[in-house]
């Protein structure tokens, strides 16, 4: 059975000091930690220690083969985004890591497809960056679940997605630069309650602008299985019924109208809550996901799904077909 990840992370081993080259802080830069790990850091503050399998192509490769999976959809870490950046700082950065993966991608061709990286801050340098890496073999970019606070149902970024939409360009969202941070740090509650909430964030609000009305060739996956929206979608469509004053003031249709409309990845750590998302969407709408490399991902790559009693049929929308048909992708494309 082909198996493909569609939720993975990398970064080049070597990058320049950003905060050199543009002159202010608040970039991140790995230095060397101890053989086989380096520290991200932003200035001289720690971030995150990252082993080699988060720059390693060939050891990725061999880690995925014992897990029986062949293909890595590949993005960067969201911290890289820097939409608080000056735009042409943040779309010099992203291509600097668009080159790096559409790199890795025709060294690996059967093993890797790359998501770009855009400065969302300037929607206009954005489809400029997005055209480039669309030139490059990109089949998507992955975007922050809100920029710099606006939300992506903000009018502003409407020329994006039409360009996502006119490119064939999968969109992922995926939580970052989470709401109440600052309020919520202890016990990691950014990460377990700020990340979900983020999504589904992101989700009502491109419902309710309409976005997937106004662009309905648009491919929108939302990670870490939607976050909270589709957990908690019985109260959003509550709400937009009986205050459709506060709600529904720019698009009618109930939000789970759209089921099915939008992919999630698998990451639920939770047989009985992917069950759930199964009866709403669909295995055809559900691809597998890990977050690797990082610990609070599913580092047993969908292995749980196997054990759950679902049909060969569901299985292989999983493990690939959901994912190929947001990609835009086939499975002979990596024969």
């Not at 060939?58 to 897990?67: H, P, S, T």
Request: aromatic letters at 12%; charged letters at 20%.
């Amino acid at each position: 059975m082909l198996k493909i990840d569609s939720h993975t992370h990398i970064l080049p081993r070597v990058m320049p000091k950003w905060s050199e080259k543009f002159g202010y802080g608040g970039f991140i830069h790995l230095e060397v930690s101890r053989p086989g790990y380096a520290n991200m850091m932003r200035d001289d503050q720690f971030f995150r220690e990252i082993a080699s399998n988060c720059w390693d192509a060939e050891e990725r490769i061999e880690e995925y083969g014992k897990a029986g999976v062949q293909v890595q959809v590949v993005s960067t870490i969201p911290v890289m985004f820097s939409y608080w950046a000056k735009a042409q700082h943040a779309a010099d950065m992203a291509r600097f890591l668009n080159d790096h993966i559409a790199t890795l991608v025709s060294d690996h061709p059967r093993h890797y497809v790359g998501l770009c990286s855009v400065p969302m801050q300037d929607p206009e340098l954005a489809i400029q960056v997005l055209e480039e890496a669309a030139a490059q073999g990109h089949k998507g970019v992955q975007i922050g679940s809100n920029i710099n606070g606006m939300n992506l149902g903000d009018a502003r970024f409407f020329p994006f997605y039409e360009a996502c939409e006119r490119l064939g360009m999968a969109l992922f969202i995926h939580p970052w630069d989470m709401m109440g941070k600052s309020d919520m740090e202890r016990y990691w509650l950014p990460w377990l309650v700020g990340m979900p909430a983020e999504t589904s964030r992101a989700a009502c609000s491109m419902i309710f602008a309409g976005v997937l009305d106004k662009y309905p060739g648009l491919r929108v996956m939302f990670s870490h299985a939607g976050g909270s929206f589709l957990p908690t979608l019985g109260r959003i469509r509550h709400g937009h019924a009986c205050r459709p004053d506060l709600v529904a003031v720019d698009n009618p249709e109930p939000p789970d109208s759209y089921l099915g409309k939008f992919w999630v990845d698998s990451i639920t750590h939770d047989e009985r809550l992917l069950k759930y998302i199964l009866e709403m969407q669909g295995a055809e709408r559900i691809c597998m996901g890990t977050d690797y490399p990082f610990p609070l991902g599913d580092l047993e790559f969908g292995q749980f799904m196997e054990s759950m009693d679902l049909s060969e049929d569901a299985l292989k929308q999983l493990f690939a077909g959901a994912t190929l048909s947001w990609l835009g992708m086939a499975a002979s494309d990596f024969e």
